[in-house]
């Protein structure tokens, strides 16, 4: 990410590590956490309705608190640049002010609609699975605060260049959450957990709050209504929100959908997503995140090209990295489902089933990075309408899958139809950012960058087919053995080393292939050391 200046990139590459460190312990007890939930409740109609009714308040205003935390960032830092801290500060105490009574507003509406957004989320349940999702709903409503909240403050100190401590926040709101279920869980069953997890949710408030406080910020109790900020926000926030949206609706079909079958295939999108979002987590988000405060600054000297630069490495480094590990969890689908889940109520049919679906997710890894880094660019550059536009392309081209692809496939069809519809909205988002150039050099999908995805799909390849006879060779070992099932250990002790060839094959591919960004880091690690060993 060399976007003009070594210290720069370096700041930049020490965020994102950071923010990878945080994602990885968050993912780690995430892991923990559902792998709890699973073995207590295993893929059962009571998670069915808790994974639906704790979608509820991330629809109602997780869209909205999301685009607030995004616009709120080329905002914030402008406003700092041109009239300082006290006046920024300002702005943003209105700011959040009206993101509370808005919240309050909605947290009213949902608790009454409550039973009516049920049916509209969920139209397959019935009788208790149904009431049950409803009183989950109830108990989990007040999140909508905490979301918005949460996103805007993140996007606040985002735009100090203040990205470990909030990242770090994560983790302990699995901690929480996992508390919840040996705790609130033994005496509330799967309520304990719904109340588990609205805790968890404020502690994450309360550090990022502590940070932003450190900073100064006194947000007052008033709102100016005159502040032209606050209606720009409004204007730029809708858009973004309907797109943020759009992508919840991707979610929300293949959730509509998936209650029409049997009991569990909810249950198996809610697992395989914690594992498919995962390289999200490590890398792509990481690099998203810290690249937009930047695009933001260089938006607000009008220079293109940096930007141009800057989406091109952020791209290509999203490509290094998530090309294998998503083509990884590919090919080890099955065992990895099998390690982190099965156990207790959680049964080789359940493995079966989720391990599907998260072969297909993962699929569209690569593209779901392309896009956040792509659509911020435009953010920064205060067009919003883009990333909505192909949003809704993206949403038209899932729906229309879904309706295909569930009849040959069932919740893996779902999945696929996901994965394409992202790969469509990433590369449609990148033709658009390019049509706007003038000049050739300053166009994303060029030669060169296309030339280095030839080469780490190369390598991905030659990777994938090394893993894929290798756990063929474990399984052919097990049959020879009479085993119908490897335990748990076993398998483990083979999608270990399994991991390490592969990553050893794509890296030594890597570099026998020269790519550019492969090479690009580690030169950098090779600085690094040298001025360790230097001093």
Request: glycine share 10%; aromatic share 8%.
């Amino acid at each position: 990410m060399n976007l003009h200046g070594s210290s720069r990139t370096t700041r930049l590459i020490g965020a994102s590590f950071a923010i990878m460190m945080a994602g990885i312990l968050s993912k780690c007890l995430g892991f923990v956490r559902t792998m709890v939930i699973a073995a207590v409740y295993g893929a059962s109609s009571q998670v069915d309705a808790f994974v639906v009714a704790q979608n509820i308040p991330g629809m109602l205003f997780g869209l909205v608190g999301g685009a607030l935390g995004t616009v709120v960032i080329p905002l914030f830092t402008r406003k700092r640049v041109t009239e300082g801290d006290e006046k920024a500060f300002r702005m943003l105490g209105t700011i959040w002010n009206a993101v509370i009574l808005a919240a309050l507003l909605i947290i009213i509406i949902g608790e009454f609609a409550m039973p009516l957004l049920v049916k509209l989320i969920a139209p397959g349940f019935r009788g208790e699975v149904y009431e049950q999702t409803i009183t989950l709903g109830y108990i989990m409503m007040p999140g909508v605060l905490v979301t918005g909240l949460s996103f805007t403050a993140s996007g606040v100190l985002n735009s100090f260049q203040v990205f470990g401590l909030p990242a770090f926040a994560g983790p302990l709101q699995n901690v929480i959450i996992i508390a919840s279920v040996f705790t609130l869980g033994r005496v509330m069953g799967i309520k304990g957990l719904a109340f588990g997890t609205l805790m968890g949710m404020a502690a994450q408030l309360v550090i990022l709050w502590l940070v932003l406080r450190n900073k100064g910020f006194r947000p007052g109790m008033s709102i100016d209504w005159r502040l032209p900020e606050l209606r720009q926000m409004v204007m730029l926030s809708l858009p973004v929100a309907v797109g943020a949206g759009l992508g919840t609706v991707n979610a929300l079909v293949d959730r509509i959908l998936a209650s029409s079958l049997p009991a569990g295939n909810v249950a198996a999108i809610d697992y395989s997503a914690r594992l498919y979002t995962l390289p999200m987590t490590l890398l792509g988000s990481a690099i998203g995140t810290v690249l937009y405060p930047t695009f933001a600054e260089f938006a607000a000297s009008r220079d293109d090209a940096r930007t141009t630069d800057g989406i091109r490495r952020g791209l290509s480094v999203g490509t290094l990295g998530l090309f294998p590990i998503s083509a990884g969890i590919f090919v080890l689908a099955r065992p990895l489902t099998q390690v982190v889940y099965q156990r207790g109520m959680f049964d080789a049919n359940a493995t079966i089933l989720t391990s599907g679906v998260l072969a297909m997710y993962v699929l569209g890894v690569p593209a779901m990075s392309w896009r956040d880094v792509a659509s911020r660019a435009f953010y920064a550059n205060g067009d919003t309408i883009t990333p909505l536009k192909t949003g809704i392309l993206s949403v038209a081209v899932n729906v229309a899958l879904n309706l295909v692809l569930i009849r040959f496939m069932a919740a893996r069809g779902l999945a696929l139809a996901t994965s394409i519809a992202s790969w469509v909205g990433a590369l449609s988002l990148m033709w658009l950012w390019d049509r706007k150039q003038s000049c050739a050099a300053a166009k994303i999908l060029g030669s060169r960058f296309l030339s280095e995805t030839v080469k780490v799909l190369a390598a991905t390849a030659i990777m994938s087919i090394v893993v894929y006879f290798l756990w063929n060779h474990a399984v052919e070992q097990a049959t020879a053995s009479r085993m119908t099932d490897m335990s748990n250990m076993q398998t483990l002790s083979w999608l270990i080393p399994a991991t390490f060839v592969g990553a050893v094959t794509y890296l030594l591919c890597a570099w026998c292939l020269k790519v550019g960004e492969f090479r690009f880091i580690v030169d950098l690690a090779k600085r690094g050391l040298r001025r360790l060993t230097n001093r």
